[in-house]
């Protein structure tokens, strides 16, 4: 069974400084996505970023990027230069390709603050 | 833009009551998914449609059913509501063959049952 796992139930940054999300997941399937998606306090879930398992590269995507390290089966987001928008809850989630169709299992999140 | 959407952000119910949760999809998704979010727990998928009609368990199916009549629309049941389904249920859609696609997620309904 596929298991994600967030270790920070929250993070306190100060504006314009990077902080680093943590997330490490268990499968044993060769092929997998990692997904970050982000939740303000209005509750809708926003996709951030994605990394495919045989992706050569970090995934990056304007001031997100994704620290991923296959063998410690880690993909940690980092955001730069935060912003006081960027305050939420943030879910890293684990796309299954197998069977009939391609569910995601989710960590329990991390409530990130950002302060003045 | 992929728009889902759910058809109340918030509702109240009594105990015993049959609920319906119902969501729709603009982008000929296949795959169409029920999740709740409770605090420290995350999401936990609850049914998921892969096709009209089809449908399959997640991981905390009991107490919930589901029907996906046309392609666009998944509604969420609760046959007799316990204050135990009190919730934040979120309904997605993706598509299947597309590896790096994200779910499309609804902005959610928070359920209350009294």
């Known amino acids: 069974a596929q298991k994600i796992t967030q270790t920070q139930p929250g993070m306190f940054v100060q504006e314009k400084e990077a902080v680093t999300l943590d997330c490490t997941y268990d499968?044993?399937?060769?092929?997998?996505?990692l997904f970050w998606y982000k939740q303000p306090s209005s509750g809708e879930m926003i996709f951030l970023i994605y990394?495919?398992?045989?992706?050569?590269q970090n995934a990056t995507e304007g001031r997100y990027s994704l620290n991923f390290q296959k063998a410690r089966k880690s993909a940690n987001l980092v955001i730069s230069a935060s912003q006081l928008g960027d305050s939420a809850m943030y879910f890293c989630?684990?796309?299954?390709?197998?069977?009939?169709?391609?569910?995601?299992?989710f960590g329990t999140g991390t409530r990130l603050q950002v302060t003045l | 833009d992929v728009k889902v959407t759910q058809s109340s952000r918030y509702l109240v119910k009594r105990t015993g009551e049959k609920v319906f949760l119902e969501c729709v999809q603009d982008?000929?998704?296949?795959?169409m998914f029920w999740y709740r979010q409770d605090p420290g727990l995350g999401l936990r998928l609850i049914y998921f449609?892969?096709?009209?009609?089809?449908?399959e368990k997640g991981d905390i199916p009991e107490g919930y059913s589901v029907s996906r009549e046309k392609k666009e629309r998944f509604s969420l049941i609760l046959e007799s509501a316990s204050t135990n389904q009190t919730s934040m249920y979120l309904c997605?859609?993706?598509?299947?063959?597309?590896?790096?696609?994200?779910?499309?997620f609804g902005d959610g309904t928070r359920l209350s049952i009294l």
């Open positions: 990394q495919g398992s045989y992706d050569q």
């Open positions: 499968t044993s399937d060769p092929s997998y996505g």
């Open positions: 449609s892969y096709d009209v009609k089809m449908k």
């Open positions: 989630a684990m796309r299954d390709y197998t069977g009939t169709a391609s569910k995601l299992t």
């Open positions: 997605a859609s993706s598509r299947t063959y597309y590896r790096n696609q994200p779910q499309h």
């Open positions: 982008m000929d998704h296949e795959n």
